[in-house]
């Protein structure tokens, strides 16, 4: 689809959402025959989308009240013809971002207990969703009141897995295919740990978040290595939780919880992503719904608390079999259950294969979602961290539901921008907070780069 812009400059709002609409479409070139044209003259903007012989017009005048008029009105007139051309309603609006919580807290700083009104009729979000925006905030005010001007947290990148999910797209590899790596990765990660806690002078981050990839995975001796070299490295003396990502239930031994255990680790996740036996084969997971199961009762003698993943959408999963999941998963009573949307990326083997896109529909994965939602709190969960990414299926969301003071704090700290976090490792992300800007800057992608780049550096 080519994107004409006429008297306006707002080609990356406009080409996402296109994108709610039409997703994975080329919005380069009209090779596929289609054409959208956004012109903005007076007091109005105008939209018009050729679809092979099909013509849509829609014309939207400026609201001046909004502090974003202008740049709103080009939005919805192309949400409109989209809308006219496709049937597909956003539950989500005019609203691209990542962040709708940050967006909500904006609205409700500019405009009040009118936000609401405002954010339904002139953004076109649904009640559903204002209501979640409204129920995260209310539940991550614990976490948010801890932060100071100066705290930050510290991530720590592991990125190896026992095999690659189908529907991945993070850069991890493979503990069989890459284990060469995993001995000088770990040394050279244990160097920058060192470094950035010495660029520290002592201070003490709130949380730790020891994530990749499958940090369990590795051998335990350099499993183990990571953690003394955290422990001592850092002043932990204002660190309230400490959580490692051991995500794939198969890679969690007891030697792995014991050593979590003796140094101080509070948090882990083990993720299911599906309790079903036929979407966890064609996902690619090496392990069963009883070892999940197996692994959660193991980790829960050990007294951490425990967040669980599911993802909605995965090919063959049913509505039933996910509700059956999540009850499933309730009854376990763990502190944290987050529902992620399947977004497909072409990095992904999902991304490549679309006849296993074509499996899930966005109908479906929205009746797992207000299901899951509904039996989440009845049973005393309620969303503490909320984010949205391209391309997941029917344009939804990816939601923490926590129990009341059990929240991961971690996730909202780095989800919604609003504290100074170090990353270290390959890939791993820094993003210092200050003033209201957040400055960016990632570490090497790959592990056996950043290996040789930051080995050379420690020579």
Known sequence: MKIELVNNDFRFDISNAVLLFYPRINTVDDSDQKSIKVCVKDNFASAELIDGNNNYYSEVQFDRSLYDYLRCACVRAVYDVCFQATGVRPPWGLLIGVRPVNFYLKMY?????????ILQNSYLVSPDKIKLCRETVNMRSQSVNRLTEDSFSLYVSVPFCPSRCKYCSFVSFSTEKEKKYIDPYVRVLCDEIKTTAESLHGRSPLTIYIGGGTPTCIPDDLFEKILICITESFNLSDCFEFTVEAGRPETISVKKLEIMKKYGVTRICVNPQSLSEQVLLAAGRNHSAIEFFDAYRLAEQYGFDINVDLIAGLPFETTVSFSTGIKKIIDLNPEDITIHTLYIKRAADYGSDKSLYAKTDSESVAQMLSSAYKDLESHG???????????????????????????????????????????????????????????????????????LKNGEKNK
């Open 109 to 117: 700083g500019l405009y009040g207990e009118n936000c609401t009104d």
């Open 381 to 451: 969960y309620f969303p503490y961290y909320l984010y949205r990414q391209k391309n997941t299926v029917g344009n939804n969301e990816n939601i923490g539901f926590a129990k009341k003071g059990t929240e991961c704090a971690y996730n909202i700290y780095m989800m919604d921008e609003i504290q100074t976090i170090y990353g270290c490792g390959a890939n791993a992300m820094t993003k210092i907070v200050s003033n209201g800007q957040i400055t960016r800057s990632c570490g090497t992608k790959y592990a056996y780069n950043y290996i």
